[in-house]
C-alpha cells in the first residue's frame, strides 16, 4: 500500500490507518519499512502505537527495551516506551499502578 499523500510521512499514514482500524495494512507498511531500516525511529514509535492498539504491549516493550537501552537519548523511543507506561498504568484515588508494576 503507497502513501495516500505524497508528502504525508510514515507516522501520520500509520496514525490515518489505525483511526479506520486497518491494522492488517498499518502492519505490512511497518513490517516492511522496518525490514529495510530496523530502527527507523518513526516506523518504531508507529509499530509501538500498533501494538497497543491490538493489546500486545508485551510485543512492543520486547522490540523497544532493547533500543531504549542502546539508544537512551533517542526522543522516537523514549516516547514510544512512554506510550507504553501510560497504556498500562492506571491511577486510582489510592496511587498510581499498571500491570508492569509488581
Known sequence: MSQENK?????????????????????QMLEEHLSRDPFSREAI?????????????????ERLGPLTIRFPRDPYYTLASAEIVLQETYVTPTGVTGCWMV
Do not use: C, F
Open 45 to 61: 514509535l508507529s509499530w509501538t502505537e500498533l501494538k497497543l492498539v491490538q493489546e500486545q504491549s508485551s510485543k512492543a516493550l
Open 7 to 27: 508528502g504525508e510521512n510514515l507516522y501520520i499514514t500509520i496514525h490515518r490507518l489505525l483511526a479506520l482500524e486497518q491494522y492488517a495494512d498499518a502492519e
